[in-house]
């Protein structure tokens, strides 16, 4: 019997036995809505030596669907890097000089609404939110407190900041400045995702225009004075979160991308001046395999994107580098220790799919913020599993598995299904403006909450395993006086600097943005004037107007 | 009254900055899919604009949603918000990432319930038709006359007549046998009130197993509305459980249907209205 003969044989003997003892499910399905097969096996077409150097590769090598560096985790594990900050700056001090006394290699900070929207903690809009999900920083004397005792040409800093990404930069470089350390030793990242503001995470300020414009002047300006800064992460992670599937998820992600390197192209950057310092960020969600497969997929259509569509010629600008989170909307408030075990797998998806860095989530955060120790247990998740599962020990371990090979094609195929599309609606801020994605997200979040409630999606200790009473576990909790607190900071601050600088420093940012100078520097200017968060965003709300969002 | 099918509104509202509405979204939509009118307010809304949205669009409901931790400042707003417009009769629910231990305190400051991750919208559908039907009762209220009569449950009618007749000086109006009930009807006056007795003609009859299960007694209250039809369907709107979804024959040349014990503190209730053709 030849293997086709044997198969066919096999399959139908399963068939007699599934006659009597039927399968758990008629179909099975991926997040995405992809057929799962019984058994995969092997295909003759695909498993030609050809055919593995095109869609394979060499880790480090073109198309880097098994790694972008040839080592992978065998020369360093990925940067553990836990998303922290609430209150004050001086509590989040506290808790970043905590995490890297515990072995964390790199910090990433959470700012507040108020923040994360360009207003101070005095502004009306702010009441109620000030210090809730993040640090809160009105100015750069904030930001000193912030980053005290920290040297920042030791550590790599992630901040998840979108619409006023130029302005938190420019604080962490006076604050470096300050410290003595040179732009060009500083290293870090900042979301400075603007799409995925308007499509799934809300902290948008400015309409698309005017903001595409402030995200290449970070573009242009890093590539000549902060060489080691990453300018953009572009988030996948938000989007599923919203309720995206996982082709959904690459999709609207590397649409997103597309957009920022047109943008900057038409800008007159040149492609391979600001592409290497692109960065990504995906979650890690429930479907372990298909997890593993978006990120391979991903990074093979990333590569094939810039070489083929941009003409990219340094391999950095083609290598999909990303961060990962552990998805927040799979943890439940119900037997909440139970996130732990979700988070684990998660992680290891993430590990398995060949993240650069990683967040574990707290098993408390469908509650709260993290407990210190919830913050803990997180990061000793990610510990054990560097150190003692060894999945780090060879490059891309599930690469050739017939079942995870026909998945990355497969989300590849209905990614660039999207794209096509996408494209056709011309491009990803047209899709947005129009309500495409956020329509599509809504409808795949949709119909994951019917599944659970009609139980055809289990959840366990939700809608099946449920104990009563359960105990609730101990919270944090953040002073909600500290906007009374930074509000007096600020009157104090607006009382002592010195006018002069102050205001010229704001007339010029006003100018700048009425014409087409480069932003950064004016920013920088005004920063150091101790100009505040909200009034370098009013400057510009001014000049550029507010976003509305379409109604669909 | 515009319209008595006019179904449950209710504005889903995101008090503060926070960016997540997957939550408001799914809940906007799968309260439609239970029949409501909803209205989403969108990000980034002041209690004082969710407020007078509220009044605007005259909603029986409010739901709240904040993920980021401010709930105990910006949804007691609303509510006072609300207040101070008047229209404290608007029931405002919330939801989102909020601990146990806030509940107790938004509760007492006005908000009604809380529904945390993992609540279905059947819950919450289910409790805004129980709790916001004040907002739409005008529709019912609008049709209900008075009572009508007292029904009362007894094995023999002969025993139970004697009793009203020659006890308490009530009067027969009327007696009938309404087949398709399997019941024997004696209708008796005493003054203003009058007491339908209700004897079963076979084991099969609906008044057979309710004695069987509780003895004689009072089986239900029967209200007089203008429109029966109109006040079945306000009856249905407003989330009442029916036991009769059209009016039907009932004795005395009434049309009558029930409402479920359920949703009327335990009481079997009767809504009824005289036929026009009715020959007394």
Known sequence: MNFQESKNAWEKKVETEIGKRPERRKEFHTSSDIPVERLYTPNSEESTPDAYLEKLGFPGEFPYTRGIQPTMYRGKFWTMRQYAGFGSAEETNLRFRYLLEQGQTGLSTAFDLPTQIGYDADDPFARGEVGKVGVSISSLLDMQTLFAEIPLDAVSTSMTINAPASVLLAMYLVVAEQQGVAWNKVSGTIQNDILKEYVARGTYIFPPKPSMRLITDIFSFCSKEVPNWNTISISGYHIREAGSTAVQEIAFTLANAIAYVEAALAAGLHIDEFAPRLSFFFNAHNNFFEEIAKFRAARRMWAHIMRDRFSAKNSKSMQLRFHTQTGGSTLTAQQPDNNIVRVTVQALAAVLGGTQSLHTNSRDEALALPTEESARIALRTQQILAYESHVGDTVDPLGGSYYIEELTDELERRATQYLDYIEQMGGAVSAIEQGYMQKEIHHAAYLTQREIEQGEQVVVGVNRFTVENESTPELLRVDSKLGAIQAERLAKLRQERAQEPWAKALADLRSGAEGDANLMPLILQAVRSYATIGEICNTLRDVFGEYRPPIY | ?280
């Open chain 2, 1 to 280: 009254m515009d319209g008595l099918e006019r179904p449950i509104r209710v504005l889903i509202a995101k008090p503060g900055l926070d960016g997540h509405d997957r939550g408001a979204l799914v809940v906007a939509q799968g309260l439609r899919d239970e029949g409501m009118e909803v209205i989403y307010t969108g990000l980034r809304q002041t209690p004082e604009a969710i407020a007078a949205a509220a009044v605007q669009e005259d909603v029986a409901c409010v739901g709240l949603s904040s993920l980021s931790g401010a709930h105990l400042e910006l949804f007691p707003e609303v509510v006072q918000a609300l207040r101070a417009r008047g229209a404290d009769d608007i029931l405002v629910i919330g939801g989102g990432i909020i601990p146990d231990e806030d509940i107790n305190a938004l509760k007492n400051a006005g908000i009604a319930e809380i529904f945390t991750p993992g609540s279905s919208i059947k819950q919450m559908a289910d409790y805004i038709r129980q709790h916001a039907r004040t907002a739409q009762l005008p529709a019912l209220a609008s049709f209900v006359e008075g009572l009508d009569h007292i029904g009362i449950a007894v094995n023999s009618l002969t025993i139970a007549q004697k009793l009203y007749k020659d006890q308490l000086g009530a009067k027969e109006i009327h007696h009938e046998e309404v087949v398709e009930q399997g019941v024997r009807v004696s209708i008796l006056r005493m003054g203003q009130t009058e007491i339908e007795l209700l004897e079963p003609l076979h084991e099969e009859s609906p008044v057979a197993r309710f004695l069987a299960k509780r003895g004689s007694g009072v089986h239900h209250l029967a209200y007089r509305v203008k429109d029966i039809h109109a006040a079945l369907q306000a009856a249905k709107t407003a989330g009442f459980r029916l036991i009769d979804d059209q009016p039907r024959r009932g004795a005395h040349g009434k049309w009558v249907a029930f409402l479920h014990p359920s949703s009327m503190q335990g009481v079997l209730t009767e809504l009824c209205q005289p036929r026009e053709d009715r020959q007394s």
